[in-house]
Structures are given as structure tokens and as C-alpha cells.
């Protein structure tokens, strides 16, 4: 059974930074696409970062520069690095596994999410 | 980015009404088209993806439908459980997705 644990969400000031982090069990995360979707409060869903085949990664617009999206394969961890953060970063953040069919990608299993809250 | 519209933002339904939401991306994304299901206070969870694929566990009164710049997400006979917010994603921009803005489901 796929199970995806984040933590590390809290308060921070704006221009701080926060680490997430996500425990993967039921599958390694060095053998498939892994992301970050993100959702502001009452609001819709945005997708964040993917990280995939090795260390290669891409990032939604408004992040980019500011987060940084790893995974340490001996822990089965996936990381979200956010720096220099901002209110519209506030958000319940997803961790989620990408599944695969063909061609096709989607998001197939994610976790309970963390809330991140910017404001001083 | 391409840009995805979901109509209606919104609807009310009673149990075991037919339901059909849609989906418009502002360019043509073949079939890389996936519906999610959000009930509240709950994390998102895959209702069908590659437009009409259902992931195991999904019942069969969800049908996903369309290409190119037209989706629908059909849900037959709504049941309690289906009461919820429910969201298109294009996968067809190399590993940069967007969503719709949602469309939520209610009791009328």
C-alpha cells in the first residue's frame, strides 16, 4: 500500500524559509516522478514542482528560483526547499506520486498535505 | 501555460441525478486530461485519468469523455459520497500541469 506522510509545515514570516518533507513507503521514490500540488485556503489547486529521472526537476512559474524540489533515495524522502516565501505562498501543500501510463502522467496517490502559513 | 475552464464553478444535484461537468483547455491537449475528486477536508484523490481511464477502486458511474479542447466528467446516479469538488488537470505541457478551478458538487 502506497502511504505519503508530509510534515514540516508551520508559520513563517514572509521572506523566510521552510523545509517540507515527505515519507514515502509502499514504493521507492527514486524509480518514479514525485511532485508537489499546492492549495491556497479556499481555494483550487495549483501544481508546484516535479522531480524525476535522477535530479532533474521543473517548477510552476511563481516558485521558480525561490523552491527547490529533492528526494534522499536511502531515507525514501521527498523535500520541498522554500526560501524567501510570501503570503500568496500560503497553502496546504500535497506531496504526491506521479503514476504513469504510456504517455500519460498523473497524480495517482498523494498525502494528507502540510499547511504552510506566511505571515508576520 | 495553457489554461483550463471548468463549467459549471458549481451545481446542485439530488441523489441519483446524472451530472456532467466540463472541461475546456485553452489549446488542444489531445486526451493527457485527468479528473480529480475532493471531498471536504480531504486531500484530492484520482477519479480518472487519460481522459476516460478509471484508476481501480473508482466506481463505474464515473465516465470521462472528449479531446482536443472538450472534456466531460459524467457521473450517473450521484451518491451521497459524491457530494464534493471536483477538478480537470492537463498533463499534455511537458511537466508544467495545470488544473481547472474546480467545479463543486452540492445537495440540492
Keep these: ?120 | 501555460d495553457i489554461q483550463m475552464t471548468q463549467s459549471p464553478s458549481s451545481l446542485s444535484a439530488s441523489v441519483g441525478d446524472r451530472v456532467t461537468i466540463t472541461c475546456r483547455p485553452s489549446q488542444a491537449i489531445s486526451t493527457y486530461l485527468n479528473w480529480y475528486q475532493q471531498r471536504p477536508g480531504q486531500a484530492p484523490r484520482l477519479l480518472i485519468y487519460a481522459t476516460s481511464s478509471l484508476p481501480s477502486g473508482v466506481p463505474s458511474r464515473f465516465r470521462g469523455s472528449g479531446s482536443g479542447t472538450e472534456f466531460t466528467l459524467t457521473i450517473s446516479g450521484l451518491q451521497p459520497d459524491d457530494f464534493a469538488t471536483y477538478y480537470c488537470q492537463q498533463s499534455y505541457s511537458s511537466l508544467a500541469w495545470t488544473f481547472g478551478q474546480g467545479t463543486k458538487v452540492d445537495i440540492k
Design chain 1, 1 to 120: 500500500e502506497v502511504k505519503l506522510l508530509e510534515s514540516g509545515g508551520g508559520l513563517v514570516q514572509p521572506g523566510g524559509s521552510l523545509r517540507l518533507s515527505c515519507a514515502a513507503s509502499g514504493f521507492s521514490v527514486s524509480t518514479t516522478y514525485m511532485a508537489w500540488v499546492r492549495q491556497a485556503p479556499g481555494k483550487g489547486l495549483q501544481w508546484v514542482s516535479v522531480i524525476y529521472s535522477g535530479d532533474n526537476s521543473n517548477y510552476e512559474e511563481s516558485v521558480k528560483g525561490r523552491f527547490r524540489i529533492s528526494r534522499q533515495d536511502s531515507q525514501n524522502l521527498l523535500y520541498l526547499q522554500m526560501t524567501n516565501l510570501r503570503p500568496a505562498d500560503t497553502a496546504v501543500y500535497y506531496c504526491t506520486r506521479v503514476g504513469q501510463s504510456v504517455t500519460q502522467l498523473f497524480f495517482e496517490d498523494w498525502g494528507q498535505g502540510a499547511l504552510v502559513t506566511v505571515s508576520s
